[in-house]
């Protein structure tokens, strides 16, 4: 089984600001997501643990997971580039979506991103089908990985999160 946690709330996610790489600690209630997944979670023997390397990623993994913790690269969030730590409003959310298709502005481009997401999630297929794994990760990763495991919807909108800060999916996978 698999068990996809969306990091705790930042400062920046409560004032609506482009997170990306930027590397931002949890706030209170982020911490107290966090904990809320530890209990929801305590019965559950991780055979791995991973986490993006971002410290809003990594401490979340840490409130929940007592093994080991693996950090990804591949599950950082999209870089947002000049986009980070500004205000999302609808106009820089429309600029974002058209830079990150070609990388424009220092963003990651999207193919790169997903690219990226995909082969994190085709590790996992190979190396771990059988297992109880945690994953802590970002929103736009968490989309792509849904889509992954549960194939993508025929009303399809990237841009709308598919799991709040703290909350979690789970996937059954044989």
Not at 42 to 56: D, L, M
Not at 64 to 71: A, H, K, V
Not at 122 to 141: F, G, P, R
Request: with cysteine.
């Amino acid at each position: 089984m698999i068990y996809l946690v969306r990091q705790g709330e930042t400062d920046w996610n409560l004032n609506k600001k482009f997170n990306g790489c930027t590397d931002i600690k949890l706030n209170q209630t982020g911490i107290a997501q966090a904990k809320q997944q530890a209990e929801n979670l305590r019965n559950i023997n991780f055979k791995a643990c991973f986490s993006s390397p971002q410290t809003r990623a990594r401490q979340t993994c840490e409130i929940i997971c007592e093994e080991p913790i693996i950090l990804d690269d591949r599950l950082s969030e999209i870089n947002c580039g000049e986009f980070e730590g500004t205000d999302e409003t609808a106009d820089s959310l429309q600029l974002f979506w058209q830079a990150i298709k070609t990388g424009e502005k220092g963003t990651e481009k999207f193919q790169v991103f997903v690219n990226r997401t995909l082969d994190f999630c085709n590790m996992i297929m190979k190396d771990y089908i059988e297992n109880n794994i945690l994953i802590v990760t970002h929103s736009a990763n968490a989309r792509i990985i849904n889509y992954y495991f549960k194939g993508k919807p025929d009303n399809y909108d990237f841009s709308r999160s598919v799991v709040k800060n703290g909350g979690l999916l789970t996937y059954e996978i044989k």
